[in-house]
Structures are given as structure tokens and as C-alpha cells.
């Protein structure tokens, strides 16, 4: 166990549809990341926020939207879904925002839009 | 551009012998290369990293990789394979200039009784 939730563990939504998506880090952990994992493209990076504050950004939609809160869990937001957004969706949280940080995964969120 | 290329898709190895998963890399600053590793409907849990130092960077469950400058790259090894060690492995690179991790496409690691 990582120590790093996310909920829920599965999502069925429709297109078009709103979901979000909770995570919350490990206990001093810093930093959230999240990522997309899908069969044709892999692990992908989409965002990074240490502290509150965007620090990196990668391949995410402009329909998808995070934040980090004060209390430092995370939230990731996906509106007007597709049929292509279905996919396992991690978080990570390391300590700091350093490159050389070590990040831990969370078990994930299987959404799948019908 | 960052990119992270794990070229075998599966390794196939018979438990009891050694195994290598090969990742090289592309950076443009200095590189930090990690190694995470998946079981089924599981999140990735992290093995190594090499950040700076001795080339040869050891991890958990035995694992090791040798971080080679000159051919980028950052291969996966272990002496002797266990069958609980099959899984999906990912290679990740971090340009020191970034806060961008860019993951490999994962090798299927079987081994095999």
C-alpha cells in the first residue's frame, strides 16, 4: 500500500458527462500528479501541483481540469466526456516538487464512458 | 524533447535464469531514470532511480540497473528470475531542466515455471 487514495475505484458515466475524481496524497506529501493510462497511448503525464499551485503541465485536454487544495488532496476533473476518455486514471504524490523525487501511485480510477 | 523508448513489447525468461529489460532514453539536460513496475489492476509501485553517482543503482525485490551514459540507457536486471516477478514494467525519465515525467510504453515481463 502506497498510501496514496484515490476514489472512486470505478466510474460509468455517458458521453457528454461530467465526473470527478479525488485523490488524496500521502501523509506530508507535497505533490499531486495525475496521469492517464489507455491501451493505445500508454502512461501519459496530464498535470502536476505542488502546494496549490500548477508546477507542470502535460498532455491534458482543455475539457480536463485539477486542483489542489489546502488540504493538499487533489481533484481531477473531466467534463463533455468521450468515448475515448475511458481509462485508468492515477495519481502520485511525492514529497517535494524536485525532479529527482520519488513518486508513489495510487490504485487508480477505471472510468469508462458509454 | 524528452522521450523514453522500451523497445520489447514481452520478455519471455525461464524462472532461476537472469533477466534484462532494456529502456534507453533522450534528454537534453541531465537525465533522472526511474524504474516502476504494474500488476494486474494495480498502481505502479517504484523499484529504482538513478539520480547522480555510481552507475550501478540496486532496488527492491533484487532488482538492479545500470545507468550507461554514453548509449542512454538505463536497463533493468536481475540475477534470478522469480515467477511472482511477472508484470508490466515502465522506464521513466525526468530532464533535470523539467518537472515532466515521461513514461516508456511498458515491457511485459513473463517468467516462466
Known amino acids: 500500500d502506497s498510501g496514496v487514495t484515490q476514489t472512486p475505484k470505478h466510474l460509468i458515466t455517458a458521453t457528454g458527462q461530467r465526473v470527478t475524481l479525488r485523490c488524496s496524497p500521502r501523509s506530508g506529501d507535497l505533490s499531486v500528479y495525475w496521469y492517464q493510462q489507455s491501451l493505445d497511448q500508454g502512461l501519459q503525464f496530464l498535470i502536476q501541483?505542488?502546494?496549490?499551485?500548477?508546477?507542470a503541465k502535460g498532455n491534458i485536454l482543455e475539457r480536463f481540469s485539477a486542483q489542489q487544495f489546502p488540504d493538499l488532496h487533489s481533484e481531477l476533473n473531466l467534463s463533455s466526456l468521450e468515448l475515448g476518455d475511458s481509462a485508468l486514471y492515477f495519481c502520485?504524490?511525492?514529497?517535494?516538487?524536485?525532479?529527482?523525487?520519488?513518486?508513489?501511485f495510487g490504485p487508480g480510477t477505471r472510468l469508462t464512458v458509454l | 524533447a524528452q522521450s523514453v523508448a522500451q523497445p520489447e513489447d514481452q520478455v519471455n525468461v525461464a524462472e532461476g535464469n537472469p533477466l534484462t529489460v532494456k529502456c534507453t532514453y533522450s534528454?537534453?539536460?541531465?537525465?533522472?531514470l526511474f524504474w516502476y513496475v504494474q500488476y494486474p489492476n494495480r498502481g505502479l509501485q517504484f523499484l529504482l532511480k538513478?539520480?547522480?553517482?555510481?552507475?550501478l543503482v540496486k532496488g527492491s525485490y533484487g532488482f538492479e540497473a545500470e545507468f550507461n551514459k554514453s548509449q542512454t540507457s538505463f536497463h533493468l536486471k536481475k540475477p534470478s528470475a522469480l515467477v511472482s516477478d511477472s508484470a508490466l514494467y515502465f522506464c521513466a525519465v525526468r530532464d533535470s531542466g523539467t518537472y515532466k515525467y515521461i513514461f516508456g510504453t511498458g515491457t511485459r515481463l513473463k517468467v516462466l515455471a
Open positions: 501541483y505542488y502546494n496549490g499551485e500548477e508546477r
Open positions: 502520485a504524490s511525492s514529497g517535494t516538487h524536485l525532479a529527482t523525487d520519488t513518486q508513489y
Open positions: 534528454v537534453s539536460g541531465n537525465p533522472y
Open positions: 538513478y539520480i547522480t553517482g555510481d552507475n
